[in-house]
């Protein structure tokens, strides 16, 4: 059973979505390999890249504007990058040792995991684009849009 705060945590259809199928999917697995392999290799080796190309992106645009987001980013990167990530494929190597069994679930938890993100991300997207063809026609936004994942700050 999923925790009664989990409805509250996005307006966002998408996020709910990716929680649902990948992060409550994982951690209910109960197999510390399958959630260390989900998250080390799912997250925590994406992150970085996606970060960098999101900063580079930033600074082509407006950079005095995302400041405060790009010290956000860039931190993420390199803590991801050069600690978090390093560590936690450590971590599914010891948890899976030398079982075949073990190695196969945490690939399907990879493989399920870069699924799920690539299918929230393209989501988003989508989200934005509505968006703003609302509001290029000047139409109000429903209440589920990604502006409350983003936040209505830029530099936050």
């Known amino acids: ?8 945590l996005s307006e966002t259809e998408s996020v709910r979505v990716f929680m649902r199928s990948h992060v409550f999917a994982a951690a209910q697995s109960r197999k510390p390999h399958v959630i260390a392999a ?4 799912g997250r925590e080796d994406v992150i970085p890249e996606m970060f960098r190309l999101l ?4 600074c082509r645009h407006a ?3 995302w400041t405060t987001f790009r010290y956000y980013l860039e931190r993420h990167i390199t803590s991801d990058a050069d600690e978090h ?6 971590l599914v190597a010891r ?11 945490a690939e399907a938890a990879v493989d399920h995991a870069l699924i799920a993100r690539l299918a929230l991300w393209d989501a988003i ?11 290029s026609r000047g ?8 502006r409350p994942v983003l936040g209505s700050r830029r530099d936050v």
Do not use: N
């Open 85 to 90: 990530g390093p560590l936690a494929r450590e």
């Open 95 to 105: 948890l899976c040792g030398d079982s075949a069994l073990r190695w196969r679930e």
């Open 63 to 65: 950079p005095d504007e």
């Open 38 to 41: 989900s998250f080390a290799y």
């Open 1 to 8: 059973m999923l925790h009664p705060l989990y409805a509250e």
């Open 139 to 146: 139409q109000t936004p429903p209440t589920s849009t990604v």
């Open 125 to 135: 997207v989508s989200e934005i684009k509505d968006e703003r063809a609302r509001s």
């Open 55 to 58: 900063v580079g992106q930033l």
